[in-house]
T-cell receptor
């Protein structure tokens, strides 16, 4: 298994500002994933982040809005840019572990945009 | 392509009663199947997984699930609910060998446990 921490755990931000979320893993991993969980909804994959290459974004998500960095094998950041109230969500990072593709999740960052 | 359907956004049971949370999947390759639990204000935690070994899978906290290929189902059960089981439960499917390792999650089922 992997232990994942995220910072901040929650934040309240003004419309039009940006927030950077950090994700730290206790072991080296090839791929990290960023998800969004809107209130009462399931998880939506934002992007997959490989170390040393550009992140791969899912349909409906773009790099200008959600830039991702992956400077090493244990760390990644997700920035939510030019925020609007629609960006209010829980943002989760995860990694794949083991041989059967189970995912391990961080505790999430609860973002409220006013 | 793969998808997951969780029947019932909310399931309400009394403490001590049987818990049954339903999950049906579709997958173009033999699947790996997962149940995750999310307690309030926490991330997701793996409850159990099916990876083509035994069809009856036992997980943590007394939960188990049975893979039924003919019914494309992977329902989650627990014989006796506890108050601490109140949480959101997510079923997920990913491709097995040769398939996509990125899971598709269901919409989640909120389990409510009454005293």
């Amino acid at each position: 298994s992997a232990v994942i921490s995220q910072k901040p755990s929650r934040d309240i931000c003004q419309r039009g500002t940006s927030l950077t979320i950090q994700c730290q893993v206790d072991s080296q991993v090839t791929m990290m994933f960023w998800y969004r969980q809107q209130p009462g909804q399931s998880l939506t994959l934002i992007a997959t982040a490989n170390q040393g290459s550009e992140a791969t974004y899912e349909s409906g998500f773009v790099i200008d809005k959600f830039p991702i960095s992956r400077p090493n094998l244990t760390f990644s950041t997700l920035t939510v840019s030019n925020m609007s109230p629609e960006d209010s969500s829980i943002y989760l990072c995860s990694v794949v572990g083991g041989g059967s593709y189970e995912q391990y999740f961080g505790p999430g960052t609860r973002l409220t945009v006013t | 392509a793969q998808s997951v359907t969780q029947l019932g956004s909310h399931v309400s049971v009394s403490e001590g009663a049987l818990v049954l949370l339903r999950c049906n999947y579709s997958s173009s390759v033999p699947p790996y199947l997962f149940w995750y639990v999310q307690y309030p204000n926490q991330g997701l935690q793996l409850l159990l997984k099916y990876t083509s070994a035994a069809t009856l899978v036992k997980g943590i906290n007394g939960f188990e699930a049975e893979f039924k290929k003919s019914e494309t189902s992977f329902h989650l059960t627990k014989p006796s609910a506890h108050m601490r089981d109140a949480a959101e439960y997510f079923c997920a499917v990913s491709g097995g060998p040769g398939g996509s390792y990125i899971p598709t999650f269901g919409r989640g089922t909120s389990l409510i446990v009454h005293p």
